[in-house]
């Protein structure tokens, strides 16, 4: 990790509109982004990796394994549980993501560090750290709140329904504002790029995309079921017990040497009792999700709640794998893949589909070279391949937002 107090500005930055200047670049992050571990993780890191070749960027944000080509200022950010964050009309995550004295600190180094421009990687992060008013800023909307919330809410019974539709009440409040304060906000979907122009603020689309291996390895003959999530995700958890105990009773019924493999950040401790349903294996927290896939037959994604795009069906489809979805979790699927997923929300019908799959390698492998046609387009350079004119644009404007830009509506 670089040192922090040079990159916020003791140094003298190089002059506004000096020949062949680089931008400066500051983003205001929550998580760890180095190591990868999760979806989040990957759409910040492809992002960054896109600008850092003509940015010079200075990530705010907790300790990380950050490139050494990119300076981090460390940020604290244990998380508040304090009752006035839940009691604050403002989102709770972003006020509980930083203490208060780091919400505080941080518009100072942003302003002391003359920056080109400023980008948010939450809706939630810029409605409690501004921006200096002479600098331009992006928002990343890997979600939109308010729908992710009340989508929550939809799924959970009584009591636990309450917290997600009060936020989704909240973020009614705050994220339009936050959007149209913006001088443009980055939607992953089509549905959400609309959804935020609804709000007169200035859109940018970029899907989720992941590293593509240039040569994909054929599923197995005698290959595993795959589910990859993140553990600590509630949607992700009831997907998975959804699928433990509602759908793979099924599977083992038709196949009783079927296999599911559960992988991710803390999926040991979000499935522990899953080990012990026949033919459920937990392998946790993996550095890279490329040889699980490499030798599974189907991957699966159970999701039904929850918001924006999930970027793990975009790796299954990277490795050429065929896929079972929920109606919900068939939304991040590109058009151009539909061929290749299969999709229901009956537990029933969901079990046939996996049968179906591991019973037929031929089929499958069919499949998979389909897939493989079009599998570049799910690259990050070809999801950002005009971000950085998007973001020199940007960094030039000043005052109030700018034009929306037309939002790019191709399959990818």
Known sequence: MNNTSNAAGNSRPPERGGPDRRLRVAVVTAESTWPIRTGGHARVAGILTALKSNCDLVIFGPKADTPPDIDHIEVQVPFDRSARNYLSLGPRLGRSAFKRSERRRIPGLLAEGSFDLVIYTHSYLAAVIPAPASTPSIVDFPNVEIDRQKSIAAKRRSVSAILPRIESWKARIWEPRVARRAHANIAVSAADADRIAQWNAPTLLIPNATDVPANYVRSPDDGYVIYACNGDYPPNKDAGDWLINSVWPHVITELPHARLVIVGRNTDKAFSRARHQTGVSVAGTVDSLTPWLQDSAVAVAPVTAGGGSQLKILEFLAHRRC?????????????????????????????????????????????????????????????TRTLMHDVAQIASSRGPGAEPREVERSAR
């Open 323 to 383: 896929v079972v979805t929920t109606e919900y979790s068939y939304r991040s699927v590109p058009e151009i893949f539909a061929d290749g997923v299969e999709r229901t929300d009956d537990a029933v019908q969901y079990a046939r589909s996996i049968v179906g799959l591991l019973s037929d390698a031929d089929r499958r492998h069919t499949i998979e070279t389909e897939i493989d046609i079009h599998a570049p387009t799910l690259d990050w350079g070809h999801a």
